[in-house]
């Protein structure tokens, strides 16, 4: 199997990143983490893998955005709730 999906114990300092973080070179991102799962997905080379491998590698990374994205919604939504209730 290309990836195996578990849940990480650590986290990525978001606070770190820029406004644009489409220009941040990845390099720079992870070099605190040589170890990291994400830097070494981002370092593997993929001219061995297969147009299948490649296309289920796609898959699985898109099925990981969408999780990723999800679960920043809900830390987002439970922050406001929160928020909100210890306004009143």
């Known amino acids: 199997m290309l990836w195996s999906t578990h849940r990480y114990s650590h986290r990525l300092d978001i606070k770190s990143l820029s406004k ?8 720079d991102l992870f070099a ?32 990981e955005i969408a999780r990723t994205e999800s679960k920043i919604a809900a830390v987002v939504n439970f922050r406001a709730s929160a928020d909100a209730l210890f306004r009143k």
Request: net charge negative; proline share 8%; glycine share 2%.
């Open 32 to 63: 605190k983490r040589p170890q990291d799962p994400l830097t070494l997905l981002g370092q593997q080379d993929l001219d061995p893998l297969s147009v299948e491998e490649l296309a289920l590698r796609k898959e699985v990374l898109q099925a």
């Open 20 to 27: 644009d973080a489409s220009k941040m070179d990845l390099d």
